[in-house]
């Protein structure tokens, strides 16, 4: 839509073709991603959070609205050359242009518009004319040129003087002369078309064998992949049975004297009514006892949150998760068919990171407070309002420090009196994530192309690790590895001493938003908008296995022994369970 041409619609659009931002018709609509709301382009510029529900915006991701466009191009205007401003509104001119018609045929009607406003093509001084009054003009103009112009002669006069001149112009000669020559460039310059017409005729039926060579390629591999995705469909039918009896018989053994009635009262929906006492989380050992060939598998969901699980926390046996909800669930890891035993409140908006120290659950995420909760009650005891700018996204304790990270900023706080002691500041952009190295005297910080790393005592900045991939949205760091997951779907792990690159993994196919190791270094576990969790061995940096229980986002993943849990964009929190596979 050009912002020169004056727009008077017939009916005033109605009210969602109209942006939230300038409260106007649209122009040039545009979806921002990262909210999903459609806003003018031009609107956009200076837009850093979405003014419908206040989630980060980035304007370098934004997609054009075409059913919004198509929408407001069939929306009737006024000729904008049958207009007239009278008291700064723009009323309909009865001497101008009287037609109506949809907006997207305004440069179709431009075009022939007989009330278009034009110049003397003999002078400007001349004024502007209608394009329908032009020709009346010309046959009275005085700045009427005469035909041996361009061979010098510089009369003027109206038409019919300008005839009466020609007859005795001097420059006559001149004229013909320049218009021999001309003629014989012309004959050469047509004879030159002529072969270059040859040549594009040439090319043309090559561009056509080479498409019609796409096109065979193209139907044969549209075939390839209807033949795999059926494969896969087989494949995914065939491994839900298998993994279905596995479950069923594992039950069976674990589980006979449990009745009938438990199993169905349950408001978890475990498939698995309880763990026995052998196999409680809280027995297994600190290192994982895991020998290849093993694999995870689903043994139930947990149902509770109304809306997006965003973090998962474990802590002595008990799980507290949270999310967009805004309420905390606690749930007993060693008897999850009973459901969640508990609900913690305070939170007014979504709920993005969580961590456990000292006795205290500390959260936070959109109301920019740090919440202080004690475990035994499960009461807030300390709050910090406004704590940050921008939404918190990511939080650590160690020692009596808690750090929380949100736009460009790593703020440090007494665990104990919530009372400010530093803030780490310039970082570039987003800060979406952070881990300890595994003694706790680095902390590393993940942000845009680049992975910060500062001394936890004195809070220094001790290093970078400069990258390409983009944002972080997620990090973990291992005795050999920094590993840290990227925006555009890579993995890449680092030399945990010389920070060089050593390999990439690769198998995501969204935002990595998750990263847990296993308690040893040897196994690590991923999360991604691709709506799965992904098992990698990093001793030879190969994939175990893809765990693809989710229909939404994985944005959270936690272990515990040898329980693994997973919180998605569909509300659900699914539970997974090692088991060993037979060699």
């Known amino acids: 839509m050009d912002d020169d041409v004056t727009l008077k619609f017939v009916e005033e659009p109605i009210s969602h073709l109209r942006c939230p931002i300038c409260k106007k018709c649209y122009k040039e609509p545009v979806i921002n991603i990262s909210c999903g709301h459609t806003f003018c382009k031009?609107?956009?510029?200076?837009?850093?959070?979405?003014?419908?529900?206040?989630?980060?915006?980035?304007?370098?991701?934004?997609?054009?609205?075409?059913?919004?466009?198509?929408?407001?191009?069939?929306?009737?205007?006024?000729?904008?050359?049958?207009?007239?401003?009278?008291?700064?509104?723009?009323?309909?001119?009865?001497?101008?242009?009287?037609e109506k018609f949809p907006l997207g045929s305004l440069d179709q009607h431009k075009a022939q518009c007989q009330f278009v406003p034009v110049l003397c093509p003999n002078n400007g001084d001349c004024g502007m004319f209608k394009s329908q009054d032009l020709n009346g003009h010309m046959q009275q103009c005085s700045h009427t040129k005469c035909p041996n112009y361009s061979t010098g002669c510089e009369f003027r006069g109206i038409p019919s003087a300008v005839s009466t001149h020609v007859a005795d112009c001097v420059f006559a000669s001149n004229f013909n002369n320049a218009d021999t020559e001309l003629k014989t460039k012309t004959q050469m310059l047509e004879k030159s078309n002529l072969n270059l017409q040859k040549e594009v005729?040439?090319?043309?039926?090559?561009?056509?064998?080479?498409?019609?060579?796409?096109?065979?390629?193209?139907?044969?591999?549209?075939?390839?992949?209807?033949?795999?995705?059926?494969?896969?469909?087989?494949?995914?039918?065939?491994?839900?049975?298998?993994?279905?009896?596995?479950?069923?018989?594992?039950?069976?053994?674990?589980?006979?004297?449990?009745?009938?009635?438990?199993?169905?009262?349950?408001?978890?929906?475990?498939?698995?009514?309880?763990?026995?006492?052998?196999?409680?989380?809280?027995?297994?050992?600190?290192?994982?006892?895991?020998?290849?060939?093993?694999?995870?598998?689903?043994?139930?969901?947990?149902?509770?949150?109304q809306d997006v699980v965003?973090?998962?926390?474990?802590?002595?046996?008990?799980?507290?998760?949270?999310?967009?909800?805004?309420?905390?669930?606690?749930?007993?890891?060693?008897?999850?068919?009973?459901?969640?035993?508990?609900?913690?409140?305070?939170?007014?908006?979504?709920?993005?990171?969580s961590c456990i120290g000292g006795g205290n659950l500390y959260t936070a995420g959109d109301d920019l407070s740090v919440r202080q909760w004690d475990l035994q009650t499960g009461t807030t005891t300390q709050v910090?309002?406004?704590?940050?700018?921008?939404?918190?996204?990511?939080?650590?304790?160690?020692?009596?420090?808690?750090?929380?990270?949100?736009?460009?900023?790593?703020?440090?706080?007494?665990?104990?009196?919530?009372?400010?002691?530093?803030?780490?500041?310039?970082?570039?952009?987003?800060?979406?994530?952070?881990?300890?190295?595994p003694k706790k005297e680095w902390l590393y910080s993940g942000s845009h192309n680049v992975i910060n790393i500062w001394d936890t005592i004195t809070f220094e900045s001790v290093g970078t690790i400069e990258h390409n991939l983009g944002s972080i949205y997620s990090l973990a760091v291992t005795k050999q590895y920094v590993i840290a997951g990227s925006y555009n779907q890579n993995i890449q792990l680092f030399d945990?001493?010389?920070?060089?690159?050593?390999?990439?993994?690769?198998?995501?196919?969204?935002?990595?938003?998750?990263?847990?190791?296993?308690?040893?270094?040897?196994?690590?576990?991923?999360?991604?908008?691709?709506?799965n969790v992904q098992m990698w061995n990093l001793e030879n940096h190969l994939p175990i296995q893809t765990l693809s229980r989710h229909q939404g986002s994985v944005n959270t993943i936690a272990l515990y022994g040898n329980i693994l849990l997973s919180g998605s964009e569909d509300h659900e929190i699914k539970v997974y369970r090692y088991f060993q596979s037979p060699v």
């Open 42 to 98: 031009r609107c956009t510029n200076t837009l850093q959070t979405c003014p419908i529900d206040s989630l980060p915006c980035d304007i370098g991701k934004l997609v054009v609205n075409r059913l919004v466009v198509g929408q407001i191009d069939e929306l009737f205007i006024y000729c904008p050359f049958g207009l007239i401003l009278q008291n700064d509104e723009w009323v309909v001119d009865p001497s101008g242009c009287p």
């Open 201 to 305: 005729n040439f090319l043309k039926e090559k561009i056509v064998s080479l498409e019609s060579s796409r096109n065979e390629i193209s139907s044969q591999l549209n075939t390839c992949i209807g033949s795999i995705n059926s494969l896969q469909q087989k494949f995914d039918s065939l491994h839900s049975m298998v993994e279905q009896s596995m479950v069923t018989r594992s039950s069976r053994r674990s589980f006979s004297s449990q009745s009938q009635n438990e199993t169905s009262g349950s408001t978890s929906r475990l498939s698995s009514a309880s763990y026995s006492p052998t196999s409680s989380p809280t027995n297994y050992p600190k290192l994982e006892n895991w020998m290849m060939p093993f694999q995870f598998k689903c043994i139930g969901t947990l149902r509770g949150h």
């Open 310 to 353: 965003w973090c998962l926390t474990v802590h002595h046996g008990k799980l507290y998760s949270a999310g967009s909800d805004s309420i905390i669930k606690v749930w007993d890891l060693d008897s999850l068919a009973k459901g969640c035993f508990q609900n913690m409140q305070g939170h007014k908006k979504m709920i993005h990171c």
């Open 384 to 437: 910090i309002e406004n704590a940050h700018d921008n939404t918190i996204c990511s939080m650590l304790i160690h020692d009596d420090h808690l750090f929380t990270s949100s736009f460009s900023l790593i703020k440090v706080w007494n665990r104990t009196t919530l009372t400010l002691k530093h803030s780490m500041s310039g970082l570039h952009h987003w800060v979406r994530a952070m881990a300890f190295s």
């Open 496 to 531: 945990v001493k010389t920070n060089e690159e050593i390999i990439k993994l690769e198998g995501h196919f969204g935002a990595i938003t998750s990263l847990v190791p296993s308690p040893s270094g040897k196994f690590l576990f991923s999360g991604s908008h691709d709506h």
